[in-house]
């Protein structure tokens, strides 16, 4: 019985939204959602703030910045930043085995076989991740791990001129030497980003 209220405590959340009515009333109401349905409404949030993003910046053809989506062994959201004209800042935060990684490198970016908006590059950087054995086959269950290392990434990218978007393909192998320490080769992933 207290295991099941335990539960259901947990997976509901309580939100109160405060509202400043005319006459300046304060109402205050609660509802009570489940984790389920909290999930579905954020995912559903970040959804829109993409789409408002996209349409606002609908005309932009210049690369300066860039945000996606990226996709390999571990999935996750890619943001790019020039600060020079060959130089940029990638942070990545990626999803594997059902844990977090966060990623920041720094770029040099080259015209690749004499293509217009075509580009290669190489880069450095480190990261920190962190992960619970139970769901990690390299792993022991019941043990979590925080991991932290150097990275290293040799890409490939691709910018369109008819619409705001760039596809690139990369290599990024990692180094952990805090945590479990090893020699990561499987870090490649292909990105969508929006460009603007």
Known sequence: MIHTLKSMIYVTFLICCITISKGSKITLSVTLISKQKYYEMKKFGLTMLLAAGLFLFANAQDYNTGIGLRG???????????????????????????????TGLYEIHNQAFQTNRLK???????????WNGDNAGWGNDGTSYTVVGV????????????????????????????GYSGFWADGGAISLRYIF
Do not use: M
């Open 72 to 102: 390999g062994f571990a999935n996750g959201i890619t943001i790019k930043h020039f600060v020079s004209d060959k130089a940029a800042f990638e942070g990545i935060i990626s999803s594997r085995w059902k844990g977090l990684q966060l």
């Open 120 to 130: 290669w590059y190489y880069g450095f950087g480190a990261h920190v991740g962190f």
């Open 151 to 178: 990275d290293g990434i040799l890409g490939l990218e691709y910018s369109f001129v008819e619409v705001p978007f760039n596809i690139g393909i990369d290599w990024k192998p990692a180094f952990n030497f805090i």
